[in-house]
């Protein structure tokens, strides 16, 4: 070299040029000092090519500039910082190149820089063949972190470059004894190298037991490694590696035996496979007398708290097992049986129960004070026969008289002010602009507070709400852009057309149109109700803009959308005052929501509004003396396998109805219900629906029940979640309403299930639950495939737990008749999975309120053949409903 500068320049213009071998023959031979000189020109470069852009013909030089600014860092640090720079991570030259470039440093110094790169985190996606060569070439330890191993791991499953076994790769490999054990430390090496570890001749698993079969590897190091991994590992993914390789290593008797502290602690494993593997291995020591008593009631407590009916029922077979290998166990052994006794299947209670008969004569009685105290728990068919086994006096087990406990019943809310400030009523629109939207109180008083403050001054509320309204997608767009007006055209958005109109970002023209006309979408069943709320909303919006109102005639007295006849007298009052006219849809809504069930208040509000001597109060007035909206008749339809209702023509609307109202008396027919429409993908308005017209919810389940009926039978999620909202709403509970929480009751998910054991609880507190109705809707549901039983046998086993034992069981009383029927029917056979879970409910539900008498079509289900479950409910459910009818 003639000196560093023109080394400098060359090797800057081989790397701007992308030439990497040039760029490698100038730095071979160079000296510390020669590479400190070129490095400033390099970090430059680098600065330069981090600004272009991703296509420009600069970025060529990436791998070679990587390349050479790793091998002109004079510092271990510096170089492991610069091959894992971010920004030249997708443009890294080749691991050859690099261990060219890097190869003539002393082992020290590639030593340390291979163990730094290994440090480094999987992010820096630092190639293994890299770190391999640098302790290939340094001679040090091999390191065992996580991105060498995980590297290692990946490089040896590579067969499709070399065509030979993992096991051949892992004898050849002088590592494999240092780096497989490093692999039981690596966190949630299951999830990322799960794919490797399959079955087969050929996969790792089989690979490492033939490893430890030729003594490359410590057998007894992999077991424990693979039992201390599954004792502090609950990843799902972990637990599949780690127990396919304990299971392959097929311990032996002897290495079992080492092993029982662990067994009985993975035996209470969050992975139901890990504890039954656990299960299985100690009940195998216990049946050869390696598991001492004490240890197998360990081992017992632990898998009776478990959920798993599967592994709960064997260890009642197992304890089955050890008593007759081994009787004097049982006192040690019967106190742990008893654990099964609060087990909420019956038949585990049996099985544990059968266990006592058997082996209580051989304890001491005081050795089983446990054991009577757990017998409390047993269902009360079963408590007679555990008075019989212990010994007890038949008043120690008599159950408790039943009390039917229920959720207290929800009354509405009375709606606070408006926001008095325009700083709060930012506020309050801010949140509902991030929520869903459906408390209707909040909404409400949200919208009243808009509407009384455009009155008092636009221009501050406009300042106010400017910042609140800017994550809104139409504050970018201009006052007539398409868009905006046709998003505000077709629905209002709810608070959102408000808050456009007045900040200028949607046509006065669209505003008048929709609300002159209506939405331009296709009618559907939801219209009518939709239709009324929309109607309000653009209403109040065109107002804005043009005529502001006051104040909202119809803002609701209370959350369930009731408003006192007083009140909106009142209001009228103040309009009339304020020479203000009243909305149009505001006013309608306002009668629509007038709370009429007292009539003595109705006709002195009546007379107080006919005196006000302005049209809107004789409006009022007549509405107010009129007998309000009636109840339409109804009529059920099938379709498919769905039941549904048809309703008629509603009469007793008020007079003058604007357009968007008159949808409301209209038929609903079966057919008109069957299509979707944007509704259904809107949810957050449905609790607007039933404030359109409070005290009238059995209208408004009627236009629902055709959505509803889809969680059970087209298995569509999140769709129930209305149906505590009407069960809480006032008004009759009649065929559509429980039509509703039937098919609620069968939902395929669980969230919906749930919503619908709400509602049922909840006309149960208010005391509106036909019991009988319900249970023939369930029954026919059930019997045309509608509602799977298992389902709706869990949605009732839910209701029940929470203490509504007697609710369930007079359901069920009317509802299990129609599905027994099948039995008893030539051809026939009832729904065979969950009806004996069916049964099963209510022969707990019988128990638990001492249900008597008897039941159509039980017994030809209780008389036949066989063992399954639901014939032994059955049989358990006539012996509960028999007890005492003879006597």
């Not at 008593?293 to 050890?322: C, I, N, S, Y």
């Amino acid at each position: 070299m003639s000196g560093a500068v023109p080394v400098s320049d060359a090797l800057l213009k081989a790397v701007r040029a992308g030439r990497t071998g040039e760029a490698a023959g100038l730095l071979d031979g160079m000296t510390d000092p020669e590479r400190r000189l070129c490095l400033p020109a390099l970090k430059e470069l680098r600065k330069e090519l981090r600004a272009a852009s991703w296509d420009a013909a600069s970025r060529k030089a990436y791998p070679t500039l990587h390349a050479a600014g790793a091998a002109c860092h004079t510092g271990a640090a510096g170089t492991a910082a610069w091959l894992t720079a971010a920004d030249m991570r997708w443009s890294q030259a080749s691991p050859a190149v690099l261990l060219h470039v890097l190869g003539d440093r002393e082992q020290t110094w590639l030593g340390d820089l291979a163990r730094r790169l290994a440090d480094r985190p999987a992010t820096a996606q630092v190639p293994y063949e890299l770190m391999a060569g640098l302790v290939r070439l340094s001679g040090c330890a091999v390191p065992t972190t996580e991105t060498y191993v995980v590297g290692w791991v990946e490089q040896i499953a590579s067969l499709w470059q070399r065509g030979d076994t993992v096991l051949q790769r892992l004898r050849q490999d002088p590592y494999t004894p240092t780096l497989v054990p490093a692999l039981f430390g690596i966190p949630d090496i299951g999830s990322r190298l799960d794919w490797l570890f399959g079955d087969g001749p050929h996969s790792w698993i089989n690979a490492l037991v033939r490893l430890t079969e030729e003594d490359v590897l410590d057998r007894t190091d992999l077991l424990d490694a693979c039992v201390a991994r599954l004792l502090r590992g609950t990843v799902p993914a972990d637990c599949r590696v780690f127990l396919r390789l304990l299971t392959a290593l097929e311990p032996t008797l002897d290495e079992k035996r080492a092993r029982v502290a662990d067994w009985l602690a993975l035996a209470s494993h969050a992975a139901s496979t890990v504890a039954s593997y656990a299960q299985a291995v100690s009940g195998s020591l216990a049946l050869t007398g390696d598991l001492t008593p004490r240890q197998l009631a360990e081992l017992t407590d632990t898998v009776l708290f478990r959920t798993e009916k599967k592994l709960v029922r064997a260890q009642l077979v197992l304890l089955g097992k050890a008593l007759r290998r081994a009787p004097f166990g049982a006192a040690e052994l019967l106190p742990a049986v008893a654990r099964a006794f609060g087990h909420e299947d019956t038949d585990v209670q049996e099985r544990a129960l059968r266990l006592v008969e058997r082996y209580a004569g051989q304890v001491d009685p005081r050795s089983l004070d446990e054991v009577a105290d757990a017998a409390a728990q047993l269902s009360v068919g079963l408590r007679a026969r555990a008075v019989a086994a212990l010994g007890l006096e038949p008043d120690d087990l008599a159950p408790l008289p039943y009390l039917e406990l229920l959720p207290p019943v929800p009354e509405p809310a009375r709606l606070a002010p408006p926001p008095d400030s325009v700083a709060e009523l930012a506020e309050e629109v801010g949140v509902l602009l991030a929520s869903a939207g459906d408390d209707v109180a909040a909404f409400e008083r949200t919208l009243d507070g808009l509407v009384r403050h455009v009155y008092r001054g636009r221009e501050q509320l406009a300042e106010a709400l400017g910042p609140v309204a800017a994550r809104c997608w139409w504050m970018d767009e201009g006052p007539h852009h398409h868009s905006a007006n046709a998003y505000f055209r077709d629905t209002p958005q709810g608070l959102e057309v408000v808050l456009a109109a007045l900040l200028g970002r949607v046509r006065t023209a669209t505003l008048h149109k929709a609300h002159q006309h209506g939405p331009t979408t296709d009618p559907c069943v939801h219209s009518a109700l939709s239709a009324v709320f929309d109607a309000r909303l653009w209403e109040a919006a065109y107002r804005v803009r043009t005529d502001p109102m006051p104040f909202l005639l119809a803002t609701p007295t209370l959350s369930s959308g009731l408003l006192e006849p007083d009140e909106l007298v009142a209001r009228l009052g103040e309009y009339h005052r304020l020479g203000a006219r009243p909305g149009e849809a505001d006013f309608t809504q306002a009668l629509l929501r007038v709370r009429r069930d007292d009539r003595a208040a109705l006709a002195a509000a009546a007379g107080r509004a006919a005196a006000l001597g302005t049209a809107a109060g004789e409006r009022l007035a007549r509405w107010l003396r009129s007998g309000g909206l009636s109840a339409p008749t109804t009529g059920r339809r099938t379709s498919g396998v769905r039941v549904l209702l048809e309703i008629g023509e509603a009469a007793g609307l008020p007079e003058d109805l604007p357009v968007a109202f008159r949808g409301l008396g209209r038929p609903v027919s079966v057919s008109g219900a069957t299509s979707y429409c944007r509704h259904y993908w809107n949810q957050p308005e449905r609790p607007h629906w039933l404030a359109v017209l409070p005290g009238r919810r059995e209208l408004v389940a009627a236009r629902l029940l055709r959505e509803l009926s889809t969680v059970a039978v087209e298995e569509i999620r999140a769709v129930a979640s209305v149906l505590p909202l009407l069960a809480e709403a006032d008004g009759e509970a009649g065929e559509a309403v429980h039509l509703c929480v039937a098919y609620g009751l069968g939902a395929r998910h669980a969230e919906d299930r749930l919503s619908a054991v709400d509602a049922l609880l909840i006309l149960a507190a208010r005391g509106q639950v036909d019991a009988e109705g319900l249970g023939r809707d369930l029954g026919q549901l059930v019997r045309r495939g509608a509602v799977k039983p298992l389902r709706l046998a869990e949605s009732l086993h839910t209701a029940a737990t929470t203490g509504a034992y007697g609710t369930v069981w007079s359901v069920l009383r009317t509802a299990l008749p129609v599905l027994l029927a099948g039995l008893a029917t030539d051809g026939q056979a009832p729904p065979a999975r969950g009806f004996g879970e069916l049964l099963a409910v209510a022969a707990e539900c019988a128990e638990r309120t001492g249900a008597r008498g008897g039941m159509a079509h039980l017994a030809q289900a209780a008389e036949r053949r066989g063992a399954s479950r639901l014939v032994t409910q059955a049989r358990r459910l006539r012996a509960t409903l028999e007890q005492g009818v003879a006597a």
